[in-house]
């Protein structure tokens, strides 16, 4: 009951699409008639377990009520057309037991229409001598307009079948070509088969548009999960390959071939050509699993011409689908290798790390005797200090500007390291007065950190301009006009400039950069990119031209 509501659901889906154009039914995608497809695959067993059944019921009316020969005769009619695209040498069986009828009352009409029908069956075996013999056999001119449209398409599949069988023998293909001009000639204009062929024609013709318009009128009237609407779907898949319209092809073929194994059709050229395009796609597990159902089908039903397709095709691919399983096979042992090998590299490193701690401990136990050496330490530095501060003096008072921004840059550092000894002490008497509480807060606060980086950025920014004073006009110069870079009231430079300040100064090592900055790389290489992008000069020598600033005018 589950698979039959399923079934249910298929078909009904099926009904959603076959009336319009994929672009109008966004409710059903592509990836859901595949699902639909896979599960239909799940469960095709038990179509054919149906369709079984339904031969079996129209078999037991042979045993009912003694049926007479003409009863018979209907009887077998409907077993053969049941067997067509399901079994074809039980199609044959009966379609011969309604022939031997037929002749048995010489019945000429009914013995025509039986050997049109057994010609086609063994087109479809393979049989093409038989099929022709069986056709030549019929007096074309003494049937009526309905049998002379059956024979003219039974000769009209014989070569089509032919064509596929022998690899394209060019004699088929202008017979197939010849015999579509008949059918023309004596179908019912209002007919679907007429109509379907029109369709073909124009495909044939290239007016592969015209062909799409036919296709989906066709596909819109049909019933949703019938036979004929697989048909229409499997052609309309065929004129969308040849207006390389991949999506609409694959859409259209699974259509088609969820109708024919819903149905049981065993001759399933749509599931043969979605097994080739999933080949094409590098899907192999998915084409293998299309190929083998449908090499499965083409070996139960015995249509040659469709094994004879898929056979070469299916030899190819299982080729390449083991040799795939054996590379992937390959990979995963060596990735098993290489998982193993760190796994011996990560417990060598957790052993070598636990020895580092040990290590760090009794380090960290003599820290507390290197305070005296410590202290001492900044007592010489402090010295030096002094001295150099002197020094400093004395080289800005012989006027050189550069070397008097080189003294302040001492005098920095002097400032940093007397705050640097103010804060160790801070945290020296915290700790001999176990404040741990106070203490801990104290290493965590940034406070320090931050004040002594906003001290050196104005440095910074103070001693750059006074050595390039109109550095902020000429690297604006070099940037759009609506680009331009306006450092925030209270500040001489921001971020973007600093990092060209500092690109100018002969720094381009972007790490270096970055730890000044104290930002991560990224943002170095954003920044100096997003710069480049603003620029009116050439990007790629946007920087050399900030490099000169100073020295020439910038390119404007």
Known sequence: MKHTVVLFLFICLNGLVFSAEPSSTAQVTLQHLSDSLNECIKHRQEYVNRKENRIKGIKRL???????????????????????????????????????LAELH?????????????????????????AEKLLQSIQSSSLDKELRYEYYSA???????????SRGNDYAKQQFALYDDS????????????KLLQANILASKKQFAEAEEQFLELLATEEAGSTNSAMIACGLAFNYMN?????????????????????????????????????????????STYAQVAVEDAIASNIHFRTSQIYQFYTDLNTQYKQEKIKQKSKLQTSLIIISCISVCLVLLAIYVFLQIRKITRIKETLAS????LRNLNNQLNQMNEELNQKNEQLHEIGNIKEKYIAQFFDLCSNYISKMENYQNQLYKLTIN??????????????????????????????????????????????????????????????ELRIYALLRLGLTDNTKMASFLRCSMSTIYNYRTKMRNKSKVDREDFE???????????VS
């Open 183 to 194: 059918l023309v000639q004596v179908m019912d204009k209002s007919s679907l088969s007429y």
């Open 544 to 554: 050399n031209q900030v490099m000169q600033i100073g020295n020439t005018k910038p």
């Open 434 to 495: 176990h404040h741990y509480e106070m203490l801990v807060k104290r290493l965590k606060s940034t406070n320090l950190i931050d004040e002594e980086l906003e001290t050196l950025y104005k440095h910074f920014d103070s001693i750059f301009l006074s050595l390039y004073p109109t550095f902020i006009e000429d690297f604006n110069a070099l940037l759009n006009e609506n680009e331009k870079v306006i450092p925030k009231a209270g500040h001489l430079l921001n971020k």
């Open 243 to 287: 207006l390389n319209q991949p999506e609409q092809v694959k859409y259209y073929f699974t259509l088609s071939a969820i109708t024919d194994l819903c149905n049981a059709t065993r001759e399933n050229m749509s599931l043969q050509s979605l097994a080739f395009i999933e080949f094409k796609n590098k899907n192999l597990e998915l084409a």
């Open 370 to 373: 290197n305070n005296k050496q």
């Open 62 to 100: 042979l045993d009912n009520k003694s049926p007479n020969d003409w009863q018979r005769y209907d009887i077998y009619n409907q077993l053969s057309k049941e067997y067509k695209k399901f079994v074809v040498d039980s199609a044959i069986f009966y379609t011969k037991k309604k022939m031997n």
């Open 155 to 165: 000769y009209h599949q014989f070569w089509e079948y032919y064509s596929i069988s």
């Open 106 to 130: 010489k019945k000429e009409k009914e013995l025509n229409a039986s050997k049109i029908d057994l010609s086609l069956l063994y087109s479809m075996r393979g049989s093409y001598l038989e």
